[in-house]
């Protein structure tokens, strides 16, 4: 149904024209990087044309981080071990680098030297909205890029990381690099529970006795599954994890954002997942692997939620 959307989305723009939203949702990256190059300002900026772009004004937006991803590996010393690809999504970048940086200082402590793959975005967004060509144009450079080593590629936001293992193979037919880069990208939660399963990776007890309640990512359950989530979850010790029965959160990416379907998004999240949140008790820790998922549980259950990779930070190797 996605690959439909986007292909029936795409011969209606060369018909009718790109809508004004639709090119920036198409730009997400940029609009990332120069929010977050000029914050605090572009946050107010940002709240300001929401309304004109047909975004929501009852829900917020991210917020641009001047201290992103970027900056701070950049003054990080150099470490040993073996290469692993770091994909820096945009949001993870610009929008929520606590993440990312959980998620470098958990590979270095597994024995893993991170470079960041901080340029360029996958494409992602542009599939969503139909601008294949521009999205045909960011798989090609990221190939490039991707192709250049041998050493495993690992996202932290399921909806970026498997476009290389799914949507590439459609969108760039006959380049056989496409199926190695594929082959190499897998979720960070694999790698961090191999790495504590052979004893690089050693977990302490700060989150005994706590609940986790985890919630999947729409393109994750849809291509792999969150069985290696909730594995890496169930590693840490004393631990009780358990996946909420939820199909959407109802974000969708930028649905959720766009005024028409505020209403709806909302509606979704209240099926399961915010009745799900409200029954557990004010101490269960939330989890939740995709950027919107956290989002929606923010706005629409007013608690916090965590990407796994965070809690497992909190717990690594302490007491």
Known sequence: MAALKSETLHQYHSVHGVPLRARLFGAIRTLNRLGSATAPLSNWLAGAVRGPLGLSRRRPLP?????????????????????VILLADSFTTYSEPGIGRAAVELLERAGYRVRLAAEGCCGRSSISKGLLDQAKAMAAAMVDRLAATDAPIVGLEPSCLLTLKDEYAALLPGDPRVAAVAARARLIPELLTEAIDDGSLVLGEALRGRRILLHGHCHEKAVVGTAATRALLSRIPGAEVEEIDAGCCGMAGSFGFEAEHYDLSMKIGGLRLFPAIAASSPDTLLAATGVSCRQQVAHGAGRAARHPVELVHQAADRP
């Open 63 to 83: 917020r641009f981080r001047r201290d992103n991803l970027v900056r701070w590996h950049a003054r990080r010393p150099g470490s040993t071990g073996r290469e």
